[in-house]
């Protein structure tokens, strides 16, 4: 029914197709080593069982196989063509002539020979194949698998775009399926690809009769028929998932200890798991079934115990073995079509076409080196680079930060970049049969990985024992924790800004500005640091997996903030994502030692909670220097409860589905500088995270900045709001292009997309506009590269705004040193203790003309 050809495999003849089921055909055999005397690898054969032309133009690749079928396949040919046109960097054989149409395999091959030689030459060296010196690996389920792995990748040599070919297959198989689907039992010829755009697939023999055929009969032979070409379809991932999977299953049947059966019988072809696999997946100690006998000699090293039994819990421990499958191919799931997984994740009002394809397959095309021109495709989930000649991969591989699976095995490869530690969504990389020693410490980064394929290579003991015992999870916890230590050598610069709003000057630290500051400045001039401190019960093991345990631990990171903080000396703190435990018994206790008072307002959640309970909810908070400043006047505020007070409220229907049951609060409070004389509003907020409700968000801003001119209006009804000295900061979650900005930049929000169809009454109607003049005191330098630094995400969403009419802003702190943040994928980390960085500006009072009383 299927041909293998379209992989480059040698057809079946009628006669193999029709084998009782169960018997291994010749094609079986060579795929899985059934046979007495095993065949080389598909691909490695001779020029017989080779499509025709192979060496054929300027990629090696049979010119005439029309592959426009295949979206993978074409792209990387394409590619391929950009990347050599004109440029012997690729390494391609020279030796390859355009002309020579009946080049074969063995003129045309130097590459993969040398490649099949080196790995000959390796095959009996414990050095590469470890469990030659130690036979008991051969029953640890994790070397088990990758030895299975690695037989597999080994088939693949030889084979120009095997990937591509087996995607090829795939689709074909899945609308073959489709079509038969659809006949509703009723006996209907196969589908067949037109011969003319691919003559090595054959016309397939009908073998049908006029005897008439039952339905059972019609079934039995569809499924003899996919049986073989299935497997052929099988990628290597496809493999590496399977087997995970079965591993996992076989943890969980152990784990459990049930007699009863399992109802997931998984298919054994040679290269799934034996059904009384009985060694645990799960790491505790050196005497788990994970240990061997002579590994065990050697403690491994120390890696956190209790969040790597917590991660494999979760994925190992289940009631049902249908419900542990169903959750283990949701993790180590890759979508199969990456078209509709970018359609998925792409912008709403992204084009169907802007990106069709997100995987290349250069496999097996005598590439000795990568244009960088590659590294230039962010956007690519997939990269094969197996069976070339590559001694090295460039550190620009950092900038596909998108990619999946990476595959490098078969190459000739010393050492793997450390930039490759960017790569965080890898979930599968492959690098088997190099000549790799050791792993960069940055691998500590892949906290997504799911196999790591490294049979073949000289990798290091201590290394390879982590992986035995403690599977791919451990040694990247192992890699993490104990990574050495960098330097933050560049502290973040002060500018100084003049009168006219310019920059003028750049101090290598604020402390050195202070000491070279202008004390008349001082005196009519204020700072204010504003930072989201990242609260304890948000910064878990789960969500920053990329953090070392040690630096993520609350103990080791109060006192880091601690020490930020107080080194800045900063006249007023706004600190969001403050525990209410941690505000009385640390952060107030604390500072009220160094000259300051606070006021702390919670997130109205606690009001329903348990006083012990709601301890442990986050809020705002505000302290200030009472050397420099009385406190005049506090409000604190819930947005919800605030909007319902309002005289011109209204109940609608976004509003009572979307507004009301968030939680956000905000504190203002007023100050009077002893030094000026002049007073300010100083207001600090977090708004709601979720970018599914920005227009919640442009709510919120809406209410707190209507709220800010009641106030103002209370003190003095005739004053001009425009020249109240105000200060608003926080955490808003909201990007430059967002109607929130729009909102405060503006003063008011029209037809923007966040807040399209959406009613919030009187707010909606006023276009949520106010009357203040507002600026984001970092629009002076363009704002910084981020305020938010994760791997995920990483921009700008913290601001601190202030009046324009009556205060101006001296100097701002700069960003962090890009040369260090480029040694990370997040914060926080063991010199930043939050996944934000704290903002800090000095403002200067202008000449006041207002007349205002205190309240």
Partial sequence: MNEPSLMGYPSLSQQQQQLPNGTPN?????????????????????????PNNLGNGPRGINANNNNNNNPMLSASHQLLDQLTNGNANMGMNNNTS??????????????????????????????????????TLLSNPIWKLQLQLANVSLQSLGQPNVYARQNAMKKYLASQNQSQNTSNNTLTAPVVPNNTNNPTIQPQSQTTTGAPTTNENINQSQQQQQTQPSEMSMSLVDRTKKLLMEMATETSKEKGKTSKPSTANSANNGNSMPNNTNEAMTPSSANTPLATTNNSRMGTPTTPHTELLNTRDQNSTTPSVLLQHKKLSQQYNIDEDDEIENRMVAPKDT????????????????????????????????????????????????????????????????????????????????????????????????????????????????????????????????LRDNRPEIPLIKDRKFIEIDTEGEPVREYDSLKLADANGNPDLEKKSFTLLSYNTLCQHYATPKMYRYTPSWALSWDYRREKLKDQILSYQSDILCLQE???KTFEEFWSPLLEKYDYQGIFHIKTRAKTM????????????????????????????????????????QRTEDYLNRAMNKD??????????????????????????????????????????????????????????????VVICGDLNSYFDSAVYELLSTGRVVNHQDNKGRDFGYMSQKNFAHNLSLRSSYDYIGELPFTNFTPSFTDVIDYIWFSTQSMRVRGLLGGVDQDYVSNFIGFPNDKFPSDHIPLLARFEFMKSSSGSRKI
């Fill in 578 to 580: 403050v525990e209410s």
């Fill in 351 to 478: 084009k169907y076409n802007d990106q069709l394809w997100h995987a290349i397959d250069f496999s097996n095309l005598q590439i000795f080196h990568i244009n960088d021109n590659l590294f230039k495709y962010t956007f690519l989930t997939r990269l094969y680079l197996n069976g070339n000649g590559l001694t090295h991969i460039p550190k620009e591989i950092k900038n596909l930060n998108n990619l999946c699976v990476l595959d490098l095995s078969n190459n000739k490869l010393s050492e793997l970049p450390s930039e490759i530690g960017s790569c965080f969504r890898l979930k599968y990389l492959y690098f088997f049969n190099n000549l790799i020693s050791d792993l960069p410490w940055e691998f500590g980064n892949l906290y997504n990985l799911q196999f790591l394929g490294c049979e073949g290579n000289p990798l290091d003991k201590k290394l390879l024992k982590i992986l035995t015992e403690k599977s791919v999870t451990g040694l990247i916890f192992y």
């Fill in 98 to 135: 355009p002309n020579a149409n009946n080049t074969s395999m063995s003129s045309n091959a130097p590459s993969q020979s040398l490649a099949i030689a080196s790995i000959n030459a390796n095959a009996n060296n414990p050095l590469f194949h470890p469990h030659l010196e130690d036979p």
């Fill in 664 to 725: 956000n609060v905000a504190l203002y409070l007023k100050l009077q500088s002893l030094t000026s004389g002049e007073s300010v509003w100083v207001v600090t907020t977090h708004l709601h995270w979720d970018p599914k409700f920005n227009d919640v968000k442009t709510f919120q801003v809406g209410i707190l900045l209507d709220h800010m001119e009641a106030l103002l209006k209370e003190e003095n009804p005739k004053q001009d709001v425009k020249k109240a000295n």
């Fill in 26 to 50: 010749t094609l079986h055999q060579q795929l899985h080593g059934l046979s007495n005397n095993p065949m080389p690898p598909p691909g490695l054969m001779n020029s017989n069982d080779l």
């Fill in 610 to 649: 348990q006083s012990k309970d709601s301890k442990k909810v986050d809020g705002c908070c505000i302290f200030f220097k009472k050397s420099k400043f009385k406190l005049l006047f506090k409000e604190a505020m819930d947005f919800s409860g605030t909007w319902m007070k309002h005289k011109k409220f």
